[in-house]
């Protein structure tokens, strides 16, 4: 059974840093490329990154280039996505996604909420 079980959001103020993590379990963790997305409240599921199955393959999308990134280990089935630099506009539910046996699984999310 995979599941997917997001943790380490939270309130922090404009400029804060937070690293989420992402925990995987049911499939074989090292071969499957990891998403971030993000969904803030009436707008729809956006994508914030993706990490390939070697931990350099990494991408993030402009909005947050230079202030996420993206992280793996292998050995502990967890995906990172360290954010530095944060702005009320990243305020959201943030989901981690693997695509895995032609099925997409998503965690519960958690969320995030940058405001002073």
Do not use: H
């Not at 404009?14 to 990891?34: E, K």
């Not at 971030?36 to 350099?56: D, F, H, K, N, S």
């Not at 360290?82 to 506009?89: A, V, Y």
């Amino acid at each position: 059974q995979v599941q997917l079980v997001e943790s380490g959001g939270g309130l922090v103020q404009p400029g804060g840093s937070l690293r989420l993590s992402c925990v995987a379990s049911g499939f074989t963790f090292s071969t499957v490329a990891m998403n971030w997305y993000r969904q803030a409240p009436g707008q729809e599921r956006e994508l914030v990154g993706t990490i390939g199955m070697v931990p350099w393959s990494t991408n993030v999308v402009d909005s947050v280039k230079g202030r996420f990134t993206i992280s793996r280990d292998n050995l502990k089935n967890t995906v990172y996505l360290q954010m530095s630099s944060l702005k009320p506009e990243d305020t959201a539910v943030y989901f981690c996604d693997a695509r895995w046996n032609r099925v997409n699984y998503w965690g519960q999310g958690t969320q995030v909420t940058v405001s002073s």
